[in-house]
């Protein structure tokens, strides 16, 4: 629901911050004590201490304070600043600190809470002051708010006193923002606060303000560290002096008062009303509601009069309408994955903490549901489902708590008291888990956002559906059998792959932990071809990112091929570092990293969201071939070259199929090349090619791409692979004619590849024979012999060489 704005906004907000009433109190008097100590560590350990809380007026968050204190030395300047702000209580020249942004959310009712959100500095500082000031953490036995497991207590006590009390919960209007700011001064010199705090309290509260509120009369800032303390501490005067004859529970503003069987309950609801009212509080008589009537609400759940109440129905359906309101909302499946697990489990998973309803059987709904809308946003099933919820984190799960699963557990807790009790049981539970078969799902809770597509991809590696699928053809880019996401695969996209491959092998050096230096990129000069990606101590090791089913192959491949260095004592050892697209990674791998000194969790996290990002970039440049594009210019014939004439009869060049359509011909062998069928879209060795002036023409040639199938625009070649540039010497351009197969280099030009070249796709050519790895490179050599000389060069021409002297009249000597 958005926040009302105009006229509208202004009424919501007066209501909400009244003019506090005046108010009697007795003589406090200050108490002096020492001042706190305020450092710059003791700043930056609270700063880390926090939660990643939004930002206040100036936009400065808790990562940028913390970026400034340990890189930029800031934390003693904001030390000494804040220190004396606190000696001299004077907003006078840091008046910005002290502005808030006003929020308002919106409550059951139909009315607004309004959220203060202050300073991300000055809710640090106001955590500091907190430790280091046991009074206002010092609560009498009746006030929970401080205290551990405060709900569970809570409803034990109350659930305890039903059985020889009535209970009244009492229904205080606005009060937190509505206690006068000298009932807070009163109640800290009460709780023997020392005088500084007091008095650098009274001049934070005169100097709140924001663009709605110039200033703030009455009330504690919501949101505030001190909040909570203020008032609590405001609430012990009037109830230890007019309400002692009660027994009393209270969890802040959230009061129950338990009066015997033999006292009218008009006595006590007009005593807790006269009691509050001293401190300028309002109780809603109205909205008072006792055990005689049937039951209380308090702290979540119901009090009943009769009998435990369970909490496990109001639970499912307040589920039921959480998870249609996020099918119903315009969000993607990645936002609505997200709200549920950080928002909506939450809310209904803390039942057998405190329910005493015996039995775990009212909660398995609950977990059916968590269970099945997961499934339906990843498009997995029940049993995946089941395993991503409960799996844990540190084993690429979504680590969730569920009520059914968890029950007797979070029953132990509750019948222990002690805190961290179902923590350490659920501990000792994970430790056996297995981890998921893809760690993609940790770019799920972590990490920019994902589309819909993406996460869909995460549910197909999940459930084992990224599988060496059947040929469907051969691509025209790549010339390679074309398979299910053939993008990943593609060599006409070659640049997106060789730029996931960076991308990840920067995220394993800046993972790097231990040892400095030990894992650091290989700047040094091939030899032999042998170039590893990293050196590791007195070894090196190298990345490839490759499909699932060639996991175990490539991982033997790169063994194979860098054994050379450790037989020459350039190595100690070969650590080949094998990642699937579809989220594995080998063990042996995984295993020395960690070893290595790598984060080993800290990496997979970043190469989860590289591989996604590259599974999003490689289908948008692989469609992108196949954009229309204008037709080529006719090259003008030349006089002293004939004319390539087309081949008449069996030689004549198949016809592209044409757009959209893909023949479903029987496989045919390479080794016979007069028994391609039309499965292959245009043949590569019987295409006619134009030399054209921009060598990455042939990689821009349009390609229709359709589900259905391939094809070709009519009366267009197929492109090249964008992986190989054509060079040639000026004047001698390289014509290539349909008789002449391209079968070899030509003697006046060369092929020069961009990029490695990944090694095969498949395990098998399509006649179903192994296929060849393969071979290890000879270097280049330096000059080439040409077949023909070279034309004359012209006086006035470019010469490469340095000139010593004019060259004769016939042109450098040859």
């Known amino acids: 629901m958005p926040e009302p704005i105009g006229e509208e906004r202004a009424a919501i907000i007066r209501e909400l911050h009244p003019l506090p009433p005046n108010v009697s109190l007795p003589v406090a008097r200050y108490v002096y004590g020492p001042d706190p100590k305020i450092n710059g560590k003791a700043l930056v350990r609270e700063l880390k201490a926090m939660k990643d809380v939004a930002a206040g007026p100036s936009g400065l968050g808790k990562r940028h304070l913390l970026y400034l204190c340990e890189k930029a030395g800031a934390a003693e300047i904001f030390a000494d600043a804040l220190k004396g ?5 004077s907003w006078e020249h840091i008046r910005p600190l002290c502005e808030f942004r006003l929020r308002l959310l919106p409550k059951p009712n139909g009315k607004w809470r309004p959220i203060a959100v202050q300073e991300t500095l000055l809710v640090a500082f106001h955590r500091l002051l907190l430790r280091q000031a046991p009074a206002l953490r010092r609560m009498p036995s009746w006030q929970l708010a401080f205290e551990s497991l405060a709900q569970v207590k809570a409803i034990h006590r109350a659930e305890e006193l039903k059985k020889s009390h009535h209970l009244l919960a009492v229904d205080v209007k606005n009060a937190f923002n509505s206690v006068p700011h000298s009932v807070i001064l009163f109640s800290l010199c009460r709780a023997m606060a020392p005088r500084p705090l007091v008095l650098y309290i009274a001049s934070f509260l005169q100097a709140r303000h924001s663009q709605d509120l110039p200033s703030v009369p009455a009330g504690v800032p919501q949101g505030d560290p001190l909040s909570m303390a203020m008032f609590c501490l405001s609430l012990i005067w009037p109830v230890d002096t007019f309400l002692s004859r009660y027994r009393i529970i209270a969890y802040a503003d959230d009061i129950v008062v338990a009066f015997d069987q033999g006292t009218p309950l008009e006595t006590v609801r007009e005593d807790a009303r006269s009691a509050l009212a001293r401190i300028g509080l309002t109780v809603e008589g109205a909205k008072c509601t006792s055990t005689l009537g049937g039951g209380i609400s308090f702290m979540g759940t119901r009090i009943l009069r009769e009998g435990p109440f369970n909490l496990a129905e109001t639970a499912t359906r307040a589920l039921g309408s959480h998870i249609r309101t996020l099918q119903s909302a315009d969000l993607t499946r990645h936002d609505r994955l997200r709200l549920l697990v950080a928002c909506v489990v939450p809310s209904v998973n803390y039942g057998p903490l ?8 009212s909660y398995g709904e609950i977990d059916a549901l968590v269970v099945a809308e997961i499934g339906k946003i990843l498009g997995i099933q029940e049993p995946v489902a089941s395993s991503l919820a409960l799996t844990p984190r540190s084993r690429y799960g979504l680590g969730l708590v569920l009520p059914h699963h968890y029950h007797g557990e979070m029953q132990e807790q509750r019948h222990r008291m002690e805190a961290g009790t179902f923590r350490e049981l659920r501990r000792r539970r994970l430790r056996s888990a297995a981890p998921l078969r893809s760690f993609l799902p940790l770019a799920l809770m972590r990490g920019p956002p994902l589309n819909n597509d993406q996460v869909l991809y995460i549910g197909e590696c999940l459930s084992g559906l990224y599988k060496k699928g059947p040929v469907m053809g051969v691509c025209a880019h790549c010339r390679q059998p074309m ?14 792959h060789v730029a996931r491959h ?5 995220a394993l050096v ?3 932990k231990g040892r400095i230096g030990y894992v650091v990129l290989n700047a040094s000069i091939p030899i032999n071809h042998l170039q590893p990606d990293l050196i590791l101590g007195d070894g090196y090791g190298d990345l490839v990112v490759t499909v699932p089913w060639r996991v175990e192959k490539s991982y033997a491949l790169k063994m194979a091929k860098y054994k050379p260095l450790i037989d020459a004592g350039r190595a100690a050892h070969i650590l080949p570092v094998v990642i699937g697209t579809d989220g594995t990674v080998h063990p042996e791998s995984a295993a020395g990293l960690v070893r ?3 984060d080993l969790p800290k990496f997979l996290q970043e190469a989860a969201s590289v591989i996604l990002w590259h599974y999003t970039q490689s289908a948008v440049a692989f469609s992108a071939l196949g ?3 204008p037709p080529p210019a006719p090259v003008p014939a030349r006089e002293d070259l004939p004319a390539a004439t087309p081949p008449a009869g069996p030689d004549c060049p198949p016809q592209p199929p044409p757009p959209g359509t893909l023949s479903l011909a029987p496989p045919v062998s390479r080794a016979d090349p007069s028994s391609r069928g039309p499965i292959v879209l245009q043949s590569r060795l019987n295409a006619p090619r134009m030399q054209h002036s921009t060598p990455c023409h042939d990689a821009c040639t349009p390609l229709s791409i359709t589900p259905t199938g ?3 625009p009519s009366g267009q070649a197929p492109p090249e692979p964008p992986s190989v540039e054509v060079l040639s010497i000026s004047g001698h351009p390289c014509v290539h004619t349909p008789s002449a197969p391209d079968t070899s280099e030509s003697s006046s030009c060369f092929q020069r590849s961009r990029a490695p070249s990944p090694p095969p796709l498949d395990e098998t050519c399509l006649d179903g024979a192994p296929a060849a790895e393969p071979t290890t490179k000879a270097l280049p050599s330096i000059f080439k012999r040409v077949a023909m000389k070279p034309a004359m060069l012209r006086a006035d021409g470019f010469y490469p060489f340095k000139r010593i002297a004019p060259p004769p009249p016939g042109g450098p000597g040859r």
Request: glycine content about 12%.
């Open 354 to 361: 405190i329910d005493e309803y015996p039995g775990p059987q």
């Open 510 to 512: 800046s993972c790097a």
């Open 85 to 89: 702000l606190f000696s001299s209580c």
């Open 627 to 629: 954009a229309p594009a």
């Open 483 to 496: 398979r299910p996401r053939h993008h990943l695969l593609c060599k006409s996209v070659n640049g997106v």
């Open 596 to 598: 290595a000194g790598v």
């Open 502 to 506: 960076g991308k990840i092998l920067d």
């Open 710 to 712: 391939l094809g070709l």
